[in-house]
């Protein structure tokens, strides 16, 4: 089974602080993606990488950098936390879209982040 | 950027059928994903369509997709209490590596 693992289910940190999520899969997927879920909002893509080393921007990104070092791990810094970042954030991963086949995008358990 | 809507809430009946809908803008959209999402947990695929295809059928789950009027939905037949969850509608376009996701609708299946 594909797995996404984000390495914290719930966070809470101070306005102002340094804050990594980090995110990682086993598939050795091209792409992957940082959402944010809010109430009424849906997800709302953040970032997303489709190489190594390689990122662009999502619909959202103000606030929030990205790194990804290694093809498995994909890194959501927010340089100075705000309490307008409280939310559910989600990470995904997805193959290259080669064939119909491969068109699913694995998520994570996602990491409530609660900023005070 | 392109839009996906839903409504927000649905709520039936046990053993009724549930239809969630959803409209895209992307008139390039060449799939479009069901993904739930249950209490605390992550997206799960529920089921996708090409956008040459109308229908798509899977047990209970059955997808019309009219591409003229960029509708979509999704028919969930004998809905049980199990089926209480978000789902979401995502479109993607051929060109493009990321999904776009609709706001969710909660289902809420009633005893």
């Known amino acids: 089974d594909v797995k996404v693992t984000q390495s914290s289910r719930y966070l809470v940190k101070r306005t102002g602080e340094k804050v990594f999520l980090e995110c990682v899969q086993d598939?050795?997927?091209?792409?992957m993606f940082w959402y944010r879920q809010d109430p009424g909002l849906g997800l709302r893509l953040i970032y997303f990488?489709?190489?190594?080393?390689?990122?662009e921007k999502g619909d959202i990104p103000e606030g929030y950098s990205v790194s990804r070092e290694k093809k498995e791990r994909f890194s959501l810094i927010l340089e100075s936390a705000s309490t307008n970042q409280t939310s559910m954030y989600l990470c995904?991963?997805?193959?290259?879209?080669?064939?119909?086949?491969?068109?699913?995008?694995?998520f994570g358990q996602g990491t409530r982040l609660t900023v005070v | 950027g392109e839009d996906v809507e839903q409504s927000l809430f649905l709520s039936v009946r046990e053993g009724d059928s549930s239809v969630i809908n959803c409209t895209y803008t992307?008139?390039?959209?060449?799939?479009l994903y069901w993904y739930k999402q249950e209490p605390g947990a992550g997206l799960q695929l529920l089921t996708y369509?090409?956008?040459?295809?109308d229908m798509k059928q899977d047990q209970r789950l059955t997808v019309l997709l009219n591409k003229k009027d960029k509708h979509l939905s999704l028919r969930i037949a004998d809905t049980q209490t199990g089926d209480s969850a978000i789902y979401f509608c995502a479109e993607t376009s051929g060109s493009a590596r990321q999904l776009t996701f609709g706001s969710g609708t909660q289902l809420t299946v009633l005893p």
């Open positions: 990488s489709y190489d190594v080393k390689m990122k």
């Open positions: 992307d008139s390039s959209s060449t799939y």
């Open positions: 369509i090409f956008s040459n295809m």
């Open positions: 995904a991963s997805k193959p290259w879209q080669a064939m119909p086949a491969d068109t699913e995008a694995f």
């Open positions: 598939m050795d997927h091209e792409n």
